[in-house]
């Protein structure tokens, strides 16, 4: 059985950074993609970074471009998020999800696995 965990979310003040990690469990092999989304109250989920785990190719919402890189640790099988100059409209619940299509629209409905959420508040 597949499973999902994420963990590191937290409250940070505008400028700080945060690292959010995902360890993913019950996967056979690492032809898949993993991502990061978000969603904050009232707003429809947006994707924020992806990485298909076998060749590391990552993809990421032009709102992050610069501040977040996602990344893997491949003996821990695990993929992180670390979040820099964090801004207020980046609170959000955060999600990790796999098995989705890795490109640059970042759609959530591709994604077949999710997470439970890890919240993150930056306040300014």
């Known amino acids: 059985q597949v499973q999902l965990m994420e963990s590191g979310g937290g409250s940070v003040q505008a400028g700080g950074s945060l690292r959010l990690s995902c360890a993913a469990s019950g996967y056979a092999h690492s032809n898949y993609c993993m991502g990061w989304f978000r969603q904050a109250p009232g707003k429809e989920r947006e994707g924020v970074a992806a990485?298909?785990?076998?060749?590391?190719?990552?993809f990421y919402a032009d709102s992050v471009k610069g501040r977040f890189t996602i990344a893997q640790d491949n003996t821990k099988d695990a993929v992180h998020l670390q979040m820099a100059s964090l801004k207020p409209e980046d609170t959000a619940m955060y999600y990790c999800?796999?098995?989705?299509?890795?490109?640059?629209?970042?759609?959530?409905?591709?994604?077949?696995?999710w997470g439970q959420g890890t919240q993150v508040t930056v306040s300014s």
């Open positions: 999800a796999a098995r989705g299509f890795c490109d640059p629209r970042l759609l959530a409905r591709s994604f077949v696995d």
């Open positions: 990485i298909f785990r076998s060749s590391s190719t990552t």
